[in-house]
């Protein structure tokens, strides 16, 4: 009988990731191009946020978009009607994007024509929580259906997010949401996150929502 | 949700490190997987044994061990479990605080590999 040998591998499965990621990073802030990475449940509303953000702001910045819905080409067809260039990610029943996955996606966009970049991660809570893609801001939207007790069922992904936006705040007087406790349970995993409440059907809210953005994009091409 | 892409991961860096060692047979692999990962065990072996076939880590065993999600309160510093039932906790267990941080639970970490 051999005997058994223990080998040390010390090593952080995600650590290529991660590094991956912090040069992609490195690489947008060289050429301005401000990364969102869009986050959330499937039918929270992200191509909604996306086509709404794009009439806004399609004046002032050069947006490109980066589909990976698991759902088929509909969606950057849409995306393509409003006359904006989007890509359509083909990510075989992926749960997540990751950082290689982005690196070959910006470089067939030439990301490097664009100023504002918005990445409609896969509909999923948990997994792109987990997988950092080298976006400047990450950002994930909940919808008022899905409940205020998300964030403390998944609080990896309220605590990596920047900003939250609260979606379909149209539907709150048909449902028990309570918008101040969302927000509490929030602040508790993520003190200082913004969070904009909007409609996307009615647009209400989403100004505010349209303002924030634009002025990081502001202070990312300046600084 | 996501075992596939990281057992891809997990296998690359074990044959990577036997191969340094000169391993003729991996016999288990230690690992720390943090709680809010949500992997499942069963079907993280079962993508090991189908991406492991045909290699010297055919037919190892995944040995996790599973990291706690804990939280420490910013207001008295104090540290505890994370989850109460499937849903984390909204006060600090010590003085009741809501400035709690996420401590722990997202590792994914290999240790080592028992080998021969």
């Not at chain 1, 083909?90 to 749960?95: D, H, I, W």
């Not at chain 1, 509909?123 to 997994?127: A, H, I, P």
């Not at chain 1, 950092?132 to 400047?136: F, M, R």
């Not at chain 2, 006060?91 to 997202?106: P, Q, R, V």
């Given at each position: 009988m051999q005997d058994i040998k223990l080998i040390e591998?010390?090593?952080?499965?995600?650590s290529e990731n991660k590094e991956l990621a912090d040069n992609l990073r490195t690489r947008l802030q060289q050429e301005k191009t401000f990364l969102l990475n869009l986050m959330s449940?499937?039918?929270?509303?992200k191509t909604s946020l996306i086509q709404k953000t794009i009439e806004k702001l399609q004046q002032e910045f050069r947006i490109g978009i980066i589909e990976a819905d698991i759902d088929s080409m509909v969606d950057s067809e849409k995306i393509a009607s409003l006359g904006i260039t989007a890509i359509q990610l083909?990510?075989?029943?992926?749960?997540h994007l990751d950082a290689s996955m982005l690196n070959q996606a910006l470089e067939d966009l030439e990301f490097?024509?664009?100023?504002l970049i918005i990445v409609e991660n896969i509909?999923?809570?948990?997994?792109p929580a987990e997988f950092?893609?080298?976006?400047?801001k990450n950002a994930m939207i909940l919808s008022?259906?899905?409940?205020?007790d998300k964030p403390l069922k998944y609080p990896a992904m309220f605590s990596v997010s920047d900003v939250v936006v609260l979606n379909k705040i149209d539907y709150l007087q048909l449902t028990e949401f309570d918008t101040l406790e969302f927000k509490d349970r929030i602040n508790s995993l993520n003190a200082g996150a913004p969070v904009f409440e909007l409609s996307?059907?009615?647009?209400?809210?989403l100004t505010d929502w349209t303002t924030w953005l634009k002025n990081q994009i502001d202070s990312f091409i300046q600084g | 949700m996501h075992e596939l892409p990281v057992i891809e991961k997990i296998v690359d860096i074990i044959l990577t490190t036997a191969q340094k060692h000169q391993i003729?047979?991996?016999?288990a692999v230690n690992l720390e997987i943090g709680e809010?990962?949500?992997?499942?065990e069963e079907w993280m072996q079962h993508y090991f044994d189908y991406l492991s076939k045909?290699?010297?880590?055919?037919g190892a065993k995944l040995k996790i061990d599973k990291i706690q999600a804990k939280m420490r309160c910013s207001h008295c510093q104090n540290e505890f479990e994370a989850y109460s039932g499937s849903s984390v906790k909204k006060?600090?267990?010590?003085?009741?605080?809501?400035?709690?941080?996420?401590?722990?639970?997202?590792e994914y970490y290999i240790k080592n590999l028992e080998a021969i």
């Open positions: 591998v010390k090593q952080d499965i995600l449940s499937p039918g929270a509303g083909r990510t075989g029943g992926f749960c490097q024509d664009f100023d509909g999923n809570l948990v997994c950092d893609i080298g976006a400047i008022v259906p899905e409940g205020d996307c059907r009615t647009e209400d809210g | 003729n047979e991996i016999r809010l990962s949500h992997l499942e045909d290699t010297i880590a055919q006060n600090c267990l010590f003085c009741g605080s809501t400035e709690l941080k996420l401590i722990s639970g997202n």
